[in-house]
Every structure is written in C-alpha cells, then in structure tokens.
C-alpha cells in the first residue's frame, strides 16, 4: 500500500501539469443503436488507461491516442460493452446492441465510486424504471417493489389509502431498532419515519395512556416518492455491501437514482391512467335466522331481527363499509432534453386514489426538476430537486378498547342492526355497540397532510488526468424537509362523543411534525491503472449526517359546537417530542481489478453520534469481498456451455443506532388537580448502550449459460446481529417495564436464488422470465437477559417470544388452563418464490408477475372479535364438532380455554402481484396520422392483487396492527382491508 | 485532503442532551424545593394509572360486577375462569402502574436523603412521613392482588431488586412503615411545604393525614388478626360514628390537559362497554337498602358469553367523580369487625350506624361472633361495592368457595399470579 502511494504521488507531480502532451493519432468516428439511431454520452475509453471522450449530441467523438493500435472500449448504460481493435485511422462506426443481462448495468461499491455488476463481489440487487412502475401504476414505492426483489419481504400494514409497508431485506436485523432500510435518493439520506397523529388514540384507547401509538397506523414517507420519477432502485441487502453507510447501514440500503435528460431532442411523455380498486377478500355476512337467537336472553334483538326480515331490511354492512369501488387517476407528464452541457428532466404528477371506504383516499402532487451541467470536460455538477404535495384520509381502524374503530364497531354490527340516517341526516345510535361505524365514517376526520422538499446537489471535478490515472473530487449535500399537519376530528354528534353515552363531547387534535435530514459528503478518489491492466481505485472521505425532529400534538376535547380549532373546546391536552441527532464518518476504500479477473475490495467506515453514550467514540465497520470471473482466464473454455461464471465473497460490518433518547430515564409529566408532576417513565435509559453490529458474511456465484439466455445467482448468507438493541422487559418491581439494553445476538442465514431465462427472441416473439426462490431462518444465539415477551396481546392470545435458541420471529402462546407456553407459529416464512414474465408479440406486451408466500404465521384477532361479536360468517356452520357451531366452538375452544393456538394462522399466499398488456401502436401508423408530432403511443389495461389464493380468515395475510418497524408484524385487529386495482393506461411521447 | 484533515477535526460532536424530559437522576440526586411539589403531585397522580384495572379484576373476582367489552374479552374469560396468564395485563397492569408508584416515592426519598435544599426537620419528617405512607398504601394494594404469591418490598434500587416475601412477612413491613409515617408525622409541625390534591381536603395537615395513616393501619392490623390493636388506630384515625360516611381520602379526577378521567365512569345503558353488577347483589339485598342505588336497572339485561346483567354499576356518575382511598364507612366497618369477637354490643352499634344510614332497620340477628361476621361481611359487600374489598375480605375469612361462578368454566382464584418478567 505504501508503495502504491508514493508510486501515485509521484505521478501526481509528474504528469499534473503534462496532459495529453504526447497525444499524436487523431481518432474520429460515430456511435449508432441498432436502428442506426446516433448514440450520445457513449463513454470511450482507451482500453488500459483512462483516456477517453464521450460521444456528442450526434454520436460523433473525437480521440487523440499516444500510437495505434490500441483496443477502444464502448460503453453506456444499458448497452452491451462493446471492444475494438483500431489500428489505422480512419473513421470507425460502431454500432451497440441494447443490453438484455444487465450485466453492463453499474453497481455501487463505494460511496463515490461503481463498478459494473459483473465484476461485483456481492448480490446487489436492481430494479429498473421499467420492472418498477412500467408493468401497472403503483401506489408507492416500497408497494412496487413487492416480489422483485430476492431476499426481501416487503409486507402491506393495511389497505389504508396512502401506503404503510415495511421492508425487510434478508430477514430481521433489529429486534426494536430500526428494521426498515435507509433510503437515499440521488445522495440525500430520505426520513421513511411515521409520525403517529395524536387524538386518535386518544378515543380508540388502543395502547395505554391515550398517546400516539404505533397502532394508529400512520403512513411511512417514503411514500411520498413518486415512483415513475425512479431511473433505477439498487438494493444493498445487508452489512456486506452496506458496510460503507456504517451505523446507518444494518438494515440494507435502498439507492435510488432518478431519471435524467439525455442530450438530444426534447422530449415530452405524457401518461394517464384511471381505473378503480375493491376489497380483495370480503368475509361475508353470518346467516342469522330465528333459530339464532334465545327467545328468553336474545327478546329484543329477535324482534328486532323478524322486523328486519319482514320489511326486507337485513343490510349487508360489510358490503356498505367496503363494498366502495374507489376511483383511482393517475397523471404523470416528464420532459426532458439537454444539449451538449446542460440536460434536464422535469416530472409532474398527480395522482388522487379513493379508498374503498368512503371519505378515504389520497391525493398526492409531485414536481420534479434535475439539472445535470457539465462546465467543462472535467467539472460536472448535478442538482436535484422535488416538492411533493400529498393528503391522506385514512380512515381509523384497528385495535381498540373502546369499540370505536370501524373496524371494531363493524364485528358487532348485525344485519338487522339500523343504523342508516334519517332524511335530516341524523344516525341512530348502534344497538350493539358504543358507535355507529357509518356515522363516524360520515363524520370523523383523520388527514395526513405533507409538504415535503427534497434537494441535493452533487459535484465531480477531475482534479488531474494522466493516460494511467486520474483523481477525480466528488461532494455531495442534500436536505429532506418535511412539515406533517395531522389532523384527527370525532365531533361532538358522534354517537361515543356525546355526554349522554359518556363521551367527551367532541374531540379536536393537531398534530404537527417538521422534520429534517440534512447530509454533506466530499471524497477524492484516485484510479491508476498498470501497465498490466491491474487498476487500483482508491478513495477517501467524510460525511455528515443531520437529524432532526420536532412533532407537537395538541389534543382537545368537549368542543364549542361544531368549530375544530384546538382552542374552540374546554380541555386541552399537548405532547412534545424532539430529535437532534448529528453523525460524523469517515470512509476509506481500496478496489483491485487485475484485467476484470480477479476483483477485490477492502474498507472501512468509522462513525461516531449524538446518539451513542460517548459522542465522540468511533466505532469501525470494516468491509472486504473478492471475486473471480473464471471465465475471462484464458483456461476456460470459451465453447463451454457455461459462458460466465464467477464465484465471489464479501464481509462486512454496519450498525444500528440506538432507539433516540435511550441513553436517558426521563421523566413525564403528569397533572391532578391543577397541580403538575412528575412521573417515571416505563422505560428506564442505559447510559452505556451501543450500536447494535451486524456482521454479514456472503457467497455466491454468478453464472451465465448458452451465452446468457440463462443465468443463475445464487447467494448464501449469514447475517449476524451482535450486541442487539433490546426493549428488555425488566421486573415491573423495578418501577420501570423496560430497559434499553444491548441484549445478545442472532443470525440469520439464508439462501436468494435467481434464475432468468430469454426464453425466446425473434423479431415477432419474445418471452424473459425471471424465477426468484429465497429463504431466511434466524435464530438467537446468545441471550444475556432471560426470555421475554413482547408485540402482542398476551400468551393466551398469542405472541412474539425471544429466547436463546430459537426463531427470532416465533409465536408462542398457551394452550390450555395453566399449560406452559409453547410455540404455535413464526412470522418468517418458509420460502419465497416470485415468477417475472415478459412476453411480447409484435406490438403487444404482457407481463405479470406471480409472488407466493409460502408459511409464515400471523396472528390474527379479527375474526375472534367477530366471533365474539356473534358475526362470523361461518359462525353456524359445523366444521369443528358436528353438535356444536364453529363461533362457540372457537371461542370455547380458543379463548375461554386459555389457548392461543386457534389464533396463530398460516399466513401463506399465492397472488398475482402485477399484470399488465399494453399495445404500442407502431411508430409508422403514428407518423401517417400525426406526422412526427407523436410517437411511442402505448395504450394497456394493468391490475396489481387481481388475484388472491390464500387460506387466511381474513381480509388479507398481509398485515400489521403495530405498523411496520419493529418485530410484530403480522398481527390482525380489524385492519382496513386491502384492495386489489384495476386501471387503464393511455401513454405517448411528444 | 488538508481540507478533509480540516474538516475532521473540526468535527466534535457534542454529547446529547436529553431533549424530552427532567431526567430522574434530577429527583434522586437532590430534591430542590421546587421540585418537591411536583414529585408529591406525580405520585398522586400516579397512584391512579391503572386503577381501573385493579378494581374491575378485584371486583370481577369478588363477583360484585362482570366488565363486558367487546374490545378486549378476557375480562368474561380469564378473569372469570381464574385461568390468570402471568403475562396478561390483568396481572400485569396493576402490578407495574403500583411499583411504578413506588419508583416514584423511592426516588423522592433518596432525593429527600441526598437534598441540599433549605428543608427544616420539620418540613423533612413531614415530606418523609407522607411518602412512607402512601409507600405503603401502594404496597397494600400490591399485597392485596398478590397474596399467597408475595411481593417484594425492597425495590430501592431498580438494578438490585429485594426478594420477594411471603404475605405475612409483606404485611409486617407495611405496618412498620405506617408505623415509621406516624412517628413522622407527628413530629412534622402544622403544615405541609407542598400541596396536596383536592382528594385530601381535611387531611392535607400533618396531623389530619396522621389520622388518614391511623385508618390505614388499622386495615393492615385488620388484615393481621390484631383486633385490639385495630381499636386503638381506629380511634387516632377520623372514624366519626356520627359523621358522614363518605369523608375520607380520595383519588381525584378530571378532563384537564394531561389529567386523567375517571375510568370508572360509564354512562347507563351502554351497549358495547358496560359493568354489570353480579345478579346475587340485587338478589341478595335487604329490602330497601339505599346502597343499591350503586347500580341502575338497565333498559334492557345484556348478556356476554353467557353472563347476564340486568343493572349498570354507576357508583361513579361522571368521568370526574372522585374514588375513595379509605372512606369513614370502611373505619366503622373495621371497628365492628375488631369487636365482634370481644365486644358484641360496640360491634353492632357500629354495624347500626351502617344499616341505618343505609335505610335499614338495626340488626336483630345472633350476637356469636360467627354471626356478627356473617353480619359484617355482609354490609361491608354492599358498604363497600365496587371498591376492592369483597374479594380480599372472603378470602381473609377463607369463604372464597361462597362466591358465585355462573358457568361450569368460572372459578374464583386465590391470588394473581407474580408476572413473568420477575422471573421467579
């Protein structure tokens, strides 16, 4: 190392100020596609060195080399790379082929720095603009990446409009810290944090206290991003790849790059799709009959049901709630262009979508603008900016203690039930229950509001270039700022609003969020290549991250009349909560690639944070892979059926922060009588706590056969959590419930699969398929607390265990009357396997995509409170016990018996994820019609979830009542149900 | 690089601060006189946090009302059944919200220890004489779930737990710290340095919260068997035969900012969340006792899972009504009770001041004081209904097997188990 970098300061001095002066070949030539379309930003690069010029506006290039012949190197994203001998020189015209592998396509290994995917050591995986949103419009972006990508499970909160997903890649890397990945968007770190609106919790009593919790069910915002702004998605699965991000890095990093102008004509592309999404699984209605009911205990409600029957009045209520067909439109213009220095790209969006429950639905607005310049050939800076606009309805559903969520009320809600309006607009109270799910569906508030901006900029300069080596400085800054208004409305006339049934006449509640991420980087890299084609990049540099978080939430109650401001009501109630946070890091990173043979990179991120006990301790995250592209020795047989193979490995490290504020026991505050106090928390700080350490280590290897029209990943992985952040459940004796403690470890280890196939490609024809089969287990293996419950509602209900041994993700639960727990279920699956297809014919293209869960267990409360409710539709039906019906029979079996079992359900699923068919009219009938005005005219009809094959009594196995950071996912109460959409596109260019 | 170089060590990032909060080591270290107020205010408040499920549990177990909630069913399920799950919030809530409570008075009585604040020994015995009894209150109420499970009454330092002891053992310390509060007390001059809540109007003196402790020991010497020692509290505490039986320490309530409601409180003919008294407390009453104004024929009898109620419990008639700590009522009551053995006639004059006040005639029954029991039992069920007493009282005369289980499922358990994260 010392030797390279004196070799390299030495060449510094000596050819800083010698550039191209022993130029003496002048090459010219054009660079075409296959259509004979002229190619600009094609890069050319003398093969060997780093001398080298880009393509114009026409294709045209122009290259000055030392002595011929020399090997010339074509490429440019999405092209095959193509070499070429010139040995005289004349004018060379070459044409490239579009690129059906992706193996041209580059891939991060550094912060500054990519390399081409076949010379990566580790699986990163990519999605493209076309797999993302091309197939049918999606709803987000987390939503749309759901089945592409190997090694991840990407699970739905609910069908609550406005999104809700949590991501996993490669299993669970953080019992309570922070499981989703980090995303960062054209180099600014995003915030995907849910800010939970006060007020909400403050009627449905869902968690103790009556503050925002998790189970309000907020939307994440990375939701915010307009998916069809999206160029490409790479996805660093785990600390092996992630390393470079260091304590931001354990749960994977999700690189997202948007698209750009391209020299050339001016392009506008206009799209706009409309259709509409219903409930997936609607769960029917109970039959009741006279038989149902007592004739002694059930009086009242018999009479109320024979009056129903006979006026022909029994409501299908299921079918009111959920039954609204919501209209979705979805309207996306781009623009984009540039000439020979400038080019940019401008997006507009807007995309409104009702909810299946009416007076739910989102309506969100995008604009977008990157400007890429360069000042010269080596000076470019690129800047990016976003505004989004967006407002959420999202209805209140889920658990509660207080039967106010419709989802809750609607488990109680009978047939003969009325509780329709009468002309003046006034709803009758629920018989059966403390609300009237249509009134408040009618009447009731909860708005999420966002303004977001999100702007970055970023700067290359060549600060020298010699034919062998080059130092380029790269700086980066960018902010996401969001300001989040929440505003939760249950007026005064809802039926558990008013005082008469024991409300609090009306409550008002403001939640407001401003949150920011700032984050700067410079890095110098340095690539020197030998004489023997074995180059060296080196880089080096510093970052620095920025957090911070204000959300207040003001809750009123017993309002004036009908007014809604936090100061029209006799109590008012606030909540505070901040977040400064400030990271430091360092990063520094060798790669090796000796004539792309043999590849190999070693580095380190050092990081230290607010966040940590000792501020200003450093804590390093070491990385290091190496592959071997057997195929490019001259061994290898280059008539082999198998055309490519590379095995390959990489280590490393990265870490999870802390929860904010663990390092603190703080106390709250707490009124009686007009006189302020303090109180302990529940949870008790630990002044020494750490960042939890994921260490992943991976293998694998890549392999082409039949020169690619079949390849083959395959990646084995053991991902270990060290130290691991836990909410530990501490002796309720102690005062405290909890403790942040470092707690031991687990792993997980498992196995991502990827077969693709082009399966056939004639003029006429074509078809591409893509099978991906993954599996993740995980287990603790070191515990230094003892066994703990946490994320659900009780062993007698199910819920999740952490224990030395076993599954990170298990169920446990009793039995019986005073049976120990057991385990009943796990929330991982057993595998997964997803099922990508594009098949064209002349001018149509299908493509759809199948995703099937298989195993994994959810628990699901939501049909024991509809049982409870005396609702299931299957309640008088005998499948359990011939003499006894199926509603008694679970509840005597499940809950009057102590046993949980019954509630633990396989929450396998089999769905068509996406499916789309679109016809492009031809340019040439475009051209007799329009002249040159249109072209690329696409007209399809798309669905996603069109269809569900699952064995779940419920809406929907994808779920989760507690949202989706954290383990318990996969528990049901009363969700908003999920919804499958149908719409149709009308696409041209201009 | 010398710009990068620059950068680096320019880059000293400052330790956190805690941006949420007081942090607790601001009590414990060293109360200031400011902070005194707000600590005796956060314990009063505290005391209430889970009291709801407290009572609902004790009460559902004492068979005085059923809580039916279509939210959560094991209130007609586990609680009912006795099949107690030792991680489930029945067991769970009280205890935590109560030694919570206990962390709270802990670390007002290590700040007390470590204060540097101007206190006199006056204003130090009377802060330390109100902590140590409601220190001991909160461990009562603990006690009283736990019972043959023990409770650990060490818990000064949250990282170093005290064992666990057994129900005696736990009764005894309690006594000696109520024992330890009256020496306090009455050595801590006229007033208090800080307020109390509106629930101790008359008792918010040295001398008037003494007689609020007196009354407290005496339960506790009642709960021992020490009859006479019971008498002697019982006349050092505000038991008044002639007085209002409804004077005494209360929990305040209210809608204000982050005040709480009363949890109690449910309006009458709810459909989806209601208490219910038990049918046998209707059925067994006296004719034209008043106390059964404490519950309300509903419009209509509701059944879950096979429990009927024909009457909402509304002891509570708003959400910001009060609910007693110790009331005169229970003081006349443990008077009668500590002389039914040795004094038959001071016991029924006390049991007549009850069933007068109640509208009802004066006691004609036996005078043996298994009869005077039966007698006392039996007025303190409706004397004290729906506030935690029957289920402690029948199991303290061992007639847990008397109570009422509506279904072949129910049954009536002796304790709450100790919740599993105590790993015991």
Known sequence: ?990 | MILGVLLFSSCDLEDADSLNGLSTDAISSNLSRAELPQAISGILSDMRVGLATQIDVQSIFGREYYFFTGSDPRFEADVVTANLDNNTFYTTTPWNARYATIRNINLALQGLTNTTADFSNQEIAAIRGVLNTLLAHELLMVNNNQFSNGIRIDVADPDNLGPFVNETEALTEIFSLLEAGATDLAAAGDSFPFPLSSGYDGFDTPAGFLQFNRGLTARVEAYRGNYPNVITLLNNSFMDMGGDLRTGVYHTFSLTGADLPNPLFIALNQTASVRVSHPSFTDDAEAGDTRLDKVVLRNMPITFSELTGTHDVFIYQSNVDNVPIMRNEELILLFAEANMATNGTAAIDAINVIRNAAGLANYTGGTSAQELEDEILFQRRYSLFGESHRWVDVRRFNRLNELPNDRTTDNVPEAVPVPFNENQ
């Open chain 1, 1 to 990: 190392m010392k030797q390279t970098l004196f070799r390299k300061v030495l060449f510094i001095f000596m050819f800083f100020s010698s550039l191209a002066i022993f130029a003496q070949e002048n090459l010219t030539g054009t660079v075409v596609d296959n259509q004979g379309i002229p190619l600009p930003g094609v890069s050319i690069v003398v093969k060997g060195t780093t001398t080298g010029t880009q393509t114009d506006f026409d294709g045209k290039f122009q290259l000055e080399v030392n002595a011929l012949p020399v090997v010339l190197v074509f490429s440019s994203l999405g092209y095959e790379t193509k070499e070429q001998q010139i040995s005289n020189n004349s004018p060379i015209n070459i044409a490239l082929a579009e690129s059906a592998t992706g193996l041209d396509e580059v891939v991060v290994t550094g912060l500054a720095t990519s390399i081409k995917r076949k010379n990566a050591a580790n699986a990163v995986a990519t999605v493209s603009s076309a797999e993302l949103a091309e197939v049918t419009p999606p709803q987000t972006l987390d939503g749309a990446l759901s089945g592409k990508v190997v090694g991840t499970l990407i699970n739905s909160n609910s069908g609550s409009p406005g999104g809700g997903f949590s991501v996993r890649l490669r299993g669970l890397t953080s019992i309570f810290g922070n499981n989703q990945p980090l995303y960062i968007v054209d180099g600014v770190y995003i915030s995907n944090i849910s800010v939970a609106s006060s007020g909400l919790n403050t009627v449905s009593a869902a968690a103790g206290g009556g503050n925002p919790s998790s189970q309000d069910n907020a939307t994440n915002r990375i939701a915010d991003i307009n998916p069809n702004d999206i160029a490409n998605i790479e996805i660093l699965k785990g600390a092996s790849a992630a390393a470079i991000y260091g304590s931001r890095g354990a749960a994977g990093v999700i690189i997202i790059t948007t698209k750009k102008g391209k020299q050339g004509k001016t392009k506008v592309n206009v799209s706009q799709s409309l259709g509409y999404n219903e409930i997936i699984n609607p769960q029917g209605v109970r039959n009741f009959t006279e038989a149902t009911f007592d004739p002694v205990d059930d009086a009242a409600d018999l009479a109320a049901f024979i009056a129903a029957r006979d006026a022909g009045r029994l409501i299908d209520y299921e079918d009111v709630i959920f039954g609204n067909k919501g209209f979705i439109s979805n309207t996306n213009v781009s623009i984009s262009g540039g000439g020979e220095k400038t080019s940019f790209f401008a997006g507009l969006s807007r995309e409104t979508e009702n909810g299946i429950v009416r007076n739910t639905g989102i309506d969100r607005s995008n604009i977008r603008l990157n400007i890429d310049h360069r000042f010269n050939d080596n000076i470019k800076v690129s800047l990016s900016g976003n505004y989004i606009n967006s407002s959420a309805d999202r209805g209140f559903f889920n658990n509660d203690n207080s039967g106010t969520t419709i989802g809750v009320a609607l488990t109680a809600t009978r047939p003969f039930d009325d509780l329709f309006p009468d002309a003046n607009g006034n709803f009758p109270d629920h018989p059966n229950n403390s609300s009237n799910p249509l009134q408040t569906i009618e009447l009731f508030t909860n708005n999420e509001r966002v303004n977001r901006f999100i702007i970055g900029g970023n700067i290359e300069a060549t600060l020298f270039r010699t034919d062998r080596q080059n130092l380029r400085f790269v700086g980066r800054a960018g902010t996401d700022f969001f300001s989040q208004v929440a505003t939760v409305i249950f007026p005064q006339e809802l039926q558990f609003q008013r005082l008469d049934q024991g409300g609090v006449n009306g409550v008002s509640a403001v939640t407001t969020t401003n949150n920011r991420n700032s984050n700067y980087a410079g890095f110098l890299v340095h690539n020197y290549t030998t004489e023997n084609n074995l180059s060296f990049t080196t880089q080096a540099g510093l970052t620095n991250e920025q957090f911070s978080q204000n959300t207040v939430g003001v809750v009123t109650t017993d309002l004036i009349g009908s007014q809604t401001n936090v100061d029209q009501g006799a109590n008012v109630s606030t909540n505070q909560f901040r977040l400064l946070q400030e990271d430091f890091g360092f990063f520094a990173q060798e790669e090796f690639n000796y004539q792309d043979k043999i590849l190999a990179t070693i580095g380190i991120r050092g990081d230290k944070s607010t966040n940590n006990g000792d501020a200003n301790e450093f804590f390093y995250y070491p990385k290091g892979s190496a592959a071997v592209n057997l195929h490019n020795f001259d061994f290898w047989n280059d008539n082999s059926f198998v055309n490519r193979f590379k095995p390959r490995v990489a280590y490393g490290e990265a870490g999870t922060f802390a929860v904010f504020g663990s390092l603190f026991t703080l106390l709250n505050s707490s009124l009686i009588d007009g006189n302020v106090g303090v109180v302990v928390p529940g949870t008790q700080g630990n002044p020494s706590i750490q960042p939890e350490r994921n260490k992943e280590l991976e293998i694998g290897f890549d392999a082409g056969f039949f020169n690619d029209k079949l390849s083959l990943t395959f990646t084995y992985y053991n991902k270990e959590a060290e130290d691991f952040l836990i909410t530990a459940q501490v002796p309720g004796s102690s005062g405290f419930v909890a403790q942040q403690q470092n707690g031991g470890d687990f792993e997980n280890r498992g196995i991502e699969i990827s077969l693709g196939a082009n399966v056939l490609d004639t003029e006429d024809f074509s078809w591409d398929a893509t099978f991906n089969w993954f599996r993740n287990r995980s287990e603790v293996t070191r515990l230094n607390v003892p066994t703990f419950n946490l994320g659900g509602f009780g062993n007698s209900l199910g819920q999740f265990q952490i224990e030395e041994g076993r599954s990170v993700t298990q169920i446990v639960g009793t039995t019986g009357p005073g049976t120990p727990v057991s385990v009943l279920g796990d929330t991982e699956p057993d595998f997964q396997l997803t099922w990508q297809n594009n098949f064209r014919y002349k001018d149509f293209t299908l493509s759809f995509l199948w995703h099937w869960k298989q195993g994994g267990d959810n628990i699901n409360l939501t049909q024991l409170l509809s049982d409870f409710g005396g609702t299931s539709a299957d309640f008088d039906d005998f499948d359990f016990d011939p003499n006894i019906n199926n509603g008694t029979f679970r509840i005597n079996n499940g809950l009057f018996a102590g046993n949980a079992a019954p509630f633990v359900e396989d929450a396998s699923y089999l769905r068509l994820r996406e499916v789309g068919l679109k016809y492009s009219i031809p340019n040439s009938l475009l051209e007799s019609w329009f002249g040159n005005i249109v072209s690329d005219v696409n007209i399809g009809v798309s669905g996603r979830n069109l269809i569900n094959i699952f064995d779940y009594n419920s809406y929907d196995p994808e779920v989760s009542n507690f949202g989706g950071n954290g383990l318990s996912q996969g528990v049901e109460v009363t969700p908003f149900p999920s919804s499958k959409r149908l719409l149709f596109t009308l696409s041209a260019q201009f």
